[in-house]
């Protein structure tokens, strides 16, 4: 048999997923709408976007299972249409919904798993362990798959994605509907694997999330990409330092937005609140307190990359 490493195309500093004009189309409904992504050796990248952006669509076409309909796709230097095989050798993929095997053991999916790679069974179960060690889910090895808690379930895929020592992981959605608790082992893990210099990349809805484990992101909408950078700079880009939430006790908020009109750089009216985009978070409320208005509630807070997303799109990111 061929080394399939022998197809690879060196190329000097060429990014692992190197995608421009990226389309997907579904008949013709296009999903990912010409899309350039650079993921660089080491990074963890992020695809951040409310349900039906396209990031599902897009992780397939990088895993090498759904083939583009257009644009140009290479990954690890190589062609996903042609090199398919070999690239996905190289990849560890968790897919959106778990597809844990439920008729075998935990420890049974990482090792049937490891066949389909060519791992040897010895190696295959040395690596098992440790994997299963790594998620924390040594103590439940010989148990079933099914009676697994859901953030146990998604830690057995993240381990299943890591049995053939994959130099990029495909995270689709990690973490949703998980519990906070379930949420930051996932989150801790993948952090060591970023440590150990793993590139990841992942799709999330959740600004929190994207803040945490992504060096850098795009984020989508509609298919198209909508802005790019660190969570940083897209709060400095597109967002003001302090973000100040009022709700009126009133049926409708908006009859308020006039009244705050000029106090901070935007007033933004949502159907239970109003957001004023400012620097001074205590500046702000000070100016609306002289107006004589007076909010059931407020909160002052940093803006984050959910302000970024209702700023670039004027809707939330999670309805
Ligand atoms: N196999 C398919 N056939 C037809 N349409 C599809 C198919 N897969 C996805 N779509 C459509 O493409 C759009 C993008 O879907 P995709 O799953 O990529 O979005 P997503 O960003 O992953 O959303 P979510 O957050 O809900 O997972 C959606 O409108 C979806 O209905
Ligand atoms: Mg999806």
New binding site residues.
């Given amino acids: 048999m061929s080394d399939p490493r022998a197809r690879v195309r060196i190329v000097a500093n060429e990014p692992l997923i190197h995608a421009r004009g990226l389309v997907k189309r579904?008949?013709s409904?296009t999903?990912?709408d010409g899309i350039d992504v650079d993921v660089q050796p080491g990074e963890a990248f992020g695809f951040l976007?409310?349900?039906?952006?396209?990031?599902?669509?897009?992780m397939r076409m990088v895993g090498c299972v759904s083939p583009p309909t257009g644009g140009t796709l290479r990954i690890l230097g190589m062609d996903p249409r042609r090199d398919g095989p070999a690239i996905r050798g190289r990849l560890g993929v968790c897919p959106?919904l778990d597809n844990l095997d439920p008729e075998l053991t935990v420890r049974e999916n990482l090792t049937t798993y490891a066949r389909y790679f060519g791992i040897p069974r010895k190696v295959a179960r040395q690596r098992a362990d440790e994997l299963l060690d790594f998620v924390q889910l040594s103590e439940r090895a010989g148990s079933k798959v099914e009676p697994l808690s859901g953030g146990m379930k998604r830690r057995l895929t993240i381990a299943r994605a890591l049995v053939n020592e994959p130099e990029i992981v495909l995270l689709?959605?990690p973490t949703t509907g998980l519990d906070p608790q379930a949420r930051h082992l996932v989150w801790e893990r993948l952090f060591r694997l970023k440590q150990q210099g793993v590139t990841l990349v992942l799709?999330t809805?959740y600004m929190d999330e994207a803040e945490q484990l992504c060096d850098r992101l795009v984020v989508?909408d509609g298919?198209k990409i909508v802005a790019e950078g660190s969570p940083r700079e897209l709060i400095d880009r597109y967002s003001t330092r302090e973000v100040v939430e009022l709700r009126f006790a009133a049926e409708s908020q908006a009859g308020f937005a006039d009244k705050l009109a000029g106090i901070g750089e935007r007033v933004e009216v949502l159907p239970d609140r109003i957001l004023l985009y400012v620097e001074d978070g205590d500046a702000a409320l000070a100016a609306v307190h002289e107006r004589a208005l007076t909010p059931a509630s407020v909160l002052e807070r940093r803006s984050s990359l959910e302000d970024v997303f209702l700023h670039l799109t004027g809707r939330t990111l999670v309805d």
Avoid: C, I, L
């Avoid at 976007?49 to 897009?58: E, H, L, Q, V």
């Fill in positions: 579904f008949g409904f999903a990912v976007g409310p349900n039906g952006a396209g990031k599902s669509s897009t959106q689709d959605e799709t809805h989508m298919g």
